[in-house]
C-alpha cells in the first residue's frame, strides 16, 4: 500500500492509468471527503451564511471510540484517557450539516476496510493476499488500542501508588556481589528503615552521589538476582514457584515480594518473569494462553504430563492410565481414571495447574503477603489485573532500535564548525544502535584464566550503561537521556562517559568510523564494573 503523498493536483484517474515505466498496480487511497452542500439541502429555515459546514469526515478515536472530527482528531487524541468526551464534537449552537456517514459494518476489520476505495484493473477482481494483509494490520491497530489503555491505566494507578513515598531520606550500603543480602539486611535489620523512605544507595567501594542512577541499578539487580534465590523454578520467562518448606519459613518467598514491589514504589522495573498462567491464577483469573508441558522443568512430571499428551487413540488409553493412573490421583485428579479422547485435554490442563499453582499455594500466598505489605501492592493488582500484567509476566514488547533512539534528546552546538562533526559522531551511534538491535555487536575479551570469550552487546547493555536500569522502567524516566558532545584532547583517549543519575551521555564529536566508534562504546560498557570504575 503506497501513500501518495506531496501528488497534488494529479487526479486519482492519472494513478489509475498510467505506468510510471515501469508496471501497473492496484491503487488503493484512503478517501478525504470534502463536501460542499447544495442549498437545496439545506433544511428550510437555515440560511446560508447561518450554516457550518464540516469540512471533513467523521474519524473514530481508537482509545475512547468517539467519533471526531478529522481536523481535531490529532489534538484530541493528546489528551484522550479512554472516556468520552464530546468537547471535540460540534456544538448545539450552530446548525450543522455534516459529512456523509460511513455504511454500517459488522465488525472492527470490516469498519476499516470500508474506508479503502479501491482502483482495479477489470481483471483483477479480488486480491486475497492484499486482504490479509490489510486485515493483520488492522488487528495490530486494535492490539496496539488495547495496549495504550492498559498502558494508560497503569500510569493512573501506579502514580497513585508513588504518593505514599515520603521525602525523608534512608541511606542504604550495598555490595554488588551480595546485592539480596544487602536488600535483606536493611529490611530486616537495619533501624528506621521503611519501604517508604526515599532510598539513598550507597554502593561499596565505588564514587556516586545518589541523584536516581545507583537506585535504578540497584533495584535492576536486585530483581535480577531474585530468579537465583532458590524459590523459582521453570524456563526463562516463564517461572513458577518451588515448593520448599524449609524456604518458605524463612521466608524468603515474602523477601521476593518486598522487594519488588519496594522496586516498583521507588520507580525501579517490577519482575516480569512468572509464567502466564501463574498470573491468571493468583489473579483468581481462568488462564486463556496456550501452555506446554515442556513449560515444566522436573523430568518426572513432564514424562508424565507428556504421555496423556501423546496418547492420540482410545486403544492407548488403558495403557496411559496403567501408567500415569496413580501418580495422577496422588496430585489431585481421580478423574484419570475415566479418561477418554473428549476430556483428555481437561485433565492435562488439571495437572498442569497443580504443579505450577495448588501445589505450592502457600509459597504463593507467601509471595503475595510481600507484595501486599508495601503498600498493597498486591491488593491494587488483584482488583485490576490486566494493566500490571506486564510487572510480573513477560510481554511482547522488546527494545527496539527506534524505542531506544526515541529516549535520547540531542544537544547540538550552535557552532557550526563543532555541529558537522556532531552529525558525524550521531551517525556512527546509530549505526551502533542498529547493530546492538540486530545482534552485529561483540567483542573478544580476556578472561582470568588466559582464554577469550566473545561478548554480545545488546540494547538492554546500553540502556544500563546509560541509565543504571535493563529495561524502560514502568513510569517511565523521569526525562530523556541529554546526549551532549565534548572534544577530544591530544593524546587522550575518547571514552564516552554516561551520568545514571542526570541521565545524560557525553561523546566525543568528530568520529567517522563505525567500527572504531562501536569498539570504543563496547570498552566503555564492558569496562566499567560500577560507579567511577574502569
Not at 490529532?74 to 446548525?95: F, I, M, V, W, Y
Not at 488492522?138 to 497503569?154: F, G, V
Not at 514491589?261 to 486463556?288: E, Q, R, V
Amino acid at each position: 500500500m503506497v501513500q501518495l503523498c506531496g501528488f497534488q493536483g494529479l487526479s486519482l484517474w492519472f494513478f489509475a492509468s498510467a505506468s510510471f515505466g515501469l508496471f501497473r498496480s492496484s491503487v488503493y487511497t484512503g478517501p478525504k471527503v470534502r463536501n460542499r452542500v447544495p442549498e437545496s439541502r439545506y433544511p428550510s429555515g437555515i440560511r446560508t451564511e447561518d450554516v457550518s459546514v464540516v469540512d471533513d469526515t467523521l474519524q473514530e478515536c481508537f482509545i475512547c471510540h468517539v467519533e471526531i472530527p478529522e481536523t481535531k482528531l490529532k489534538q484530541h487524541r493528546e489528551s484522550c484517557n479512554g472516556k468520552r468526551d464530546d468537547s471535540a464534537l460540534p456544538g448545539p449552537s450552530t446548525p450543522v450539516i455534516s459529512a456523509p456517514q460511513r455504511l454500517p459494518t459488522s465488525g472492527p476489520v470490516d469498519r476499516y476496510v470500508a474506508d479503502y476505495i479501491d482502483l482495479l484493473e477489470p481483471d483483477d477482481s479480488s486480491d486475497d493476499e492484499l486482504q490479509h494483509v490489510i486485515e493483520d494490520s488492522l488487528k495490530d491497530i486494535d492490539n496496539n488500542r488495547d495496549d495504550t489503555i492498559l498502558e494508560a491505566r497503569m500510569q493512573e494507578k501506579l502514580g497513585q501508588y508513588h504518593l505514599l513515598r515520603e521525602e525523608e531520606k534512608f541511606h542504604v550500603v550495598v555490595r554488588r556481589r551480595k546485592i539480596l543480602k544487602c536488600a535483606a539486611d536493611a529490611i530486616n535489620s537495619q533501624a528506621g528503615f521503611s519501604f517508604f523512605k526515599d532510598p539513598v544507595i550507597c554502593f561499596s567501594g565505588e564514587e556516586a552521589v545518589d541523584l536516581g542512577g545507583p537506585r535504578r541499578e540497584f533495584f535492576t539487580l536486585a530483581t535480577q538476582q531474585l530468579s537465583h534465590l532458590g524459590i523459582f523454578e521453570g524456563k526463562t520467562g516463564k517461572l513458577y514457584f518451588t515448593h520448599d518448606i524449609v524456604v518458605l519459613e524463612k521466608g524468603l518467598y515474602r523477601l521476593a515480594g518486598q522487594i519488588i514491589a519496594w522496586s516498583i514504589l521507588h520507580g525501579g522495573p517490577g519482575f516480569p518473569t512468572l509464567h502466564p498462567w501463574l498470573y491468571s491464577m493468583m489473579c483468581d483469573n481462568k488462564p486463556s494462553e496456550e501452555f506446554s508441558t515442556e513449560d515444566v522443568t522436573d523430568s518426572d512430571v513432564m514424562g508424565h504430563l507428556q504421555k496423556i499428551e501423546n496418547c492420540s487413540s482410545e486403544a492407548l488409553l488403558e495403557d496411559t492410565i496403567t501408567m500415569v493412573g496413580d501418580w495422577a490421583a496422588n496430585n489431585g485428579c481421580p478423574a484419570i481414571y475415566s479418561m477418554s479422547m473428549a476430556n483428555k485435554e481437561d485433565i492435562l490442563q488439571t495437572l498442569f495447574k497443580q504443579h505450577i499453582y495448588y501445589r505450592c499455594k502457600s509459597e504463593i500466598d507467601d509471595f503475595k503477603r510481600g507484595l501486599d505489605s508495601v503498600g498493597k501492592l498486591w491488593s491494587m493488582i488483584h482488583e485490576d489485573p490486566a494493566p500490571f500484567r506486564c510487572l510480573l509476566v513477560m510481554c511482547d514488547h522488546p527494545l527496539t532500535f527506534s524505542s531506544v533512539k526515541k529516549l535520547f534528546h540531542i544537544r547540538w552546538s550552535e557552532n557550526c564548525a563543532h555541529r558537522d562533526k556532531e552529525e558525524e559522531t550521531i551517525y556512527c551511534w546509530e549505526e551502533f544502535l542498529r547493530k546492538a538491535w540486530t545482534g552485529d555487536c561483540s567483542q573478544d575479551i580476556e578472561l582470568d584464566d588466559g582464554t577469550t570469550d566473545n561478548i554480545k552487546i545488546e540494547l538492554h547493555h546500553i540502556l544500563r550503561f546509560c541509565t543504571g536500569a535493563d529495561g524502560i522502567p514502568p513510569t517511565g524516566f523521569h526525562k530523556q537521556i541529554d546526549m551532549e558532545f565534548f572534544s577530544v584532547r591530544d593524546g587522550t583517549k575518547p571514552l564516552p562517559i554516561a551520568s545514571t543519575c542526570g541521565l545524560e551521555l557525553h561523546l566525543p564529536r568528530g568520529v567517522e568510523d563505525t567500527k572504531f566508534f562501536a569498539d570504543m562504546m563496547m570498552e566503555a560498557i564492558l569496562c566499567s564494573p560500577g560507579f567511577g570504575k574502569m
